[in-house]
């Protein structure tokens, strides 16, 4: 269920009833190759990475959700694709928001992978 978005229907209730978006497309490589099991923890481990990049995204432009009475996990879309996401920042103000969180989207599984003791995932390329 998505969170009702002050911010969004403002827009959607103007003349042209549109919004400009920046969309982050991300992906699970290789996930259908993978055994149901491992299906499953990739699942949770890609939507807490997520959730957890979202959140470092909150806190960076912290200044200009108070100012605009905005909040990043309310006011983004994400929509399920394939086997991943798409992730869109309707904030026309902050045009590089969307670009801080694939960054630190990829910082985080970077982080993840190198503390990752696993063969299987080095020799999958995972």
């Keep these: ?47 807490n990475v997520t959730e957890e990049a979202l959140t470092n995204t909150g806190k960076k432009y ?21 086997d991943g996401a798409a992730i869109a920042f309707p904030f026309v103000n902050v045009p590089d928001m969307h670009l801080f969180f694939a960054c630190e989207l990829l910082r985080i599984i970077g982080t993840y992978n190198d503390n990752s003791d696993c063969d299987a995932f080095r020799e999958q390329g995972w």
């Design 1 to 47: 269920m998505a969170l009702e978005s002050p911010y969004l229907e403002a827009k959607l209730e103007k003349e042209e009833g549109c919004c400009n978006m920046q969309v982050v497309f991300v992906d699970i490589v290789s996930y259908s190759k993978r055994i149901s099991l491992a299906q499953v923890k990739t699942i949770n481990s890609f939507m």
């Design 62 to 82: 912290f200044e200009y959700t108070q100012k605009n009475d905005v909040q990043v996990r309310r006011d983004i879309v994400i929509r399920p694709s394939g």
